[in-house]
């Protein structure tokens, strides 16, 4: 069964294939979608080869509500968004995905129902649907080859969901059992390198050995070390110490 997790419902207008339903599925549940809707599906509900491309989203198909008609699948909602990759010549609101799921998460915030409607793969959706959208998504692709399968746009759509109701860090390290170097940490290796190289003369010659020095510096202070970073690069150097007295 689906979720209560406030969300948009799915609509799948007279898709065609059940490989693309199972697709769109797992779209929708990789971004923590699970309200689907399918009006009039071409090859009957249940879809054996819908169930079987779902994989682990066979859920979002349990759940998935059954219309004849687009109307009867948009009756509960409050604002409707169609998806379509051409100019269909209706006056309405054309926002990216971005937009309309950014838009989705505010209304659907004040308690209103949102669907987003996805027609069949071989020519969209028809203006008739269309009409009764207060908006369109339209993706920005190559306009030279416009076409989008039915799953990829529910994906690109469902991603777009998740970013606008999810808080999420745009970057971050895996730091990997380690912490970040600290200042005194980097001094102590600074003063390592830079005293085993003025002992093998490398600041030469002495008129520039202090401007060479600094730079040395400037590229540490460059560089953002873990501590792991920074044993490493103490033992690399007594290692080269020690091979070199070896040598002699």
């Known amino acids: 069964m689906s979720s209560d997790q406030p969300q948009p419902a799915f609509v799948l207008v007279r898709p065609q294939m059940g490989e693309n339903i199972g697709g769109a599925a797992r779209a929708m549940l990789n971004f923590g ?11 009957g509900w249940p879809n054996e080869r819908a169930v079987a491309m779902a ?3 066979g859920r979002v198909l349990d759940g998935a509500l059954l219309t004849e008609t687009t109307e009867a699948a948009l009756a509960d909602c409050h604002y409707v968004f169609a998806t379509t990759a051409r100019a269909r010549g209706l006056t309405k609101p054309v ?13 659907i915030e004040r308690g209103e129902k949102v669907a987003v409607l996805f027609g069949p793969e071989r020519a969209g959706l028809e203006n008739e649907d269309i009409a009764r959208a207060n908006a369109i998504i339209n993706v920005p692709v190559n306009p030279e080859y416009a076409s989008l399968n039915l799953a990829q746009c529910v994906l690109l759509t469902a991603y777009e969901w998740r ?10 390290v895996d730091m990997a059992k380690t912490d970040w170097a600290t200042h005194s940490e980097m001094e102590a290796l600074e003063r390592h390198y830079e005293e085993r190289l003025d002992e093998a003369g490398f600041f030469y010659p002495e008129p520039k050995a202090e401007g060479m020095k600094i730079n040395l510096r400037n ?19 007594r290692q080269m110490v020690r091979w070199k007295d070896r040598s002699e």
């Open 33 to 43: 979608l699970d309200k689907m809707r399918v009006v009039d599906p071409r090859d």
């Open 55 to 57: 994989s682990g989203a």
């Open 163 to 172: 970013r606008a109701s999810a808080e999420f860090v745009a970057e971050r």
């Open 219 to 237: 590229m540490w202070s460059r560089m953002r070390l873990t501590r792991a970073d920074v044993q490493m690069l103490h033992g690399v150097m």
């Open 95 to 107: 926002v990216t995905p971005e937009k309309a799921m950014q838009q989705a998460a505010e209304m």
